[in-house]
């Protein structure tokens, strides 16, 4: 479950956490400054949750007027619909609305690897570059492949995992 805290914009007032868009309007509603009157404005902070729903929430760059989008997409959305959103918004340059009603059908190509290295490894396996000899695979200098593939995909760790992407 993710925890957030409404931090008052108003340093005479206390602040709240809440789990839900119910639970802050109903915390919202009572709260009040020093001189009892009402609180408005609040900045929104992520306090607990998984590692990939708090990469969400800096990418979504959560406030007091979309933070109920975010638990709502956090909660309904799974890992590689929230992986999409992160590179999409955080690393390619998507906006948010053109992401966050879909996430899967930003044209993007994803690998849980390590490094490039690694995904010129792959792709030599996968016969990307064609049929190549068992006696000539020792020769392959996989360190300049990823160097040439380091043009077209970027690397990100997002929750303590690394991954390679490509956006078009």
């Not at 868009?21 to 607990?48: C, H, L, W």
């Not at 969400?56 to 309904?76: H, R, S, T």
């Amino acid at each position: 479950m993710i925890q957030l805290f409404a931090q008052p914009c108003d340093v005479s007032a206390t602040g709240f956490y809440f789990e839900s868009a119910e639970d802050y309007e109903a915390k919202a509603k009572t709260n009040r400054n020093d001189y009892g009157q009402s609180v408005e404005e609040y900045e929104i902070q992520f306090i607990d949750g998984d590692g990939i729903d708090c990469a969400m929430a800096k990418a979504w760059e959560i406030n007091q007027a979309n933070f109920a989008d975010f638990l709502e997409a956090a909660d309904d959305w799974d890992n590689e619909a929230k992986l999409r959103y992160i590179i999409a918004v955080g690393e390619c340059g998507y906006a948010h609305d053109d992401v966050a009603d879909d996430p899967s059908r930003i044209d993007m190509t994803l690998y849980e690897l390590t490094s490039m290295c690694e995904l010129a490894e792959q792709f030599v396996d996968e016969g990307l570059f064609g049929d190549i000899p068992e006696r000539l695979q020792f020769y392959i200098d996989y360190d300049a492949i990823a160097r040439d593939l380091s043009v077209d995909y970027s690397e990100v760790s997002i929750a303590g995992t690394h991954f390679i992407f490509h956006c078009a």
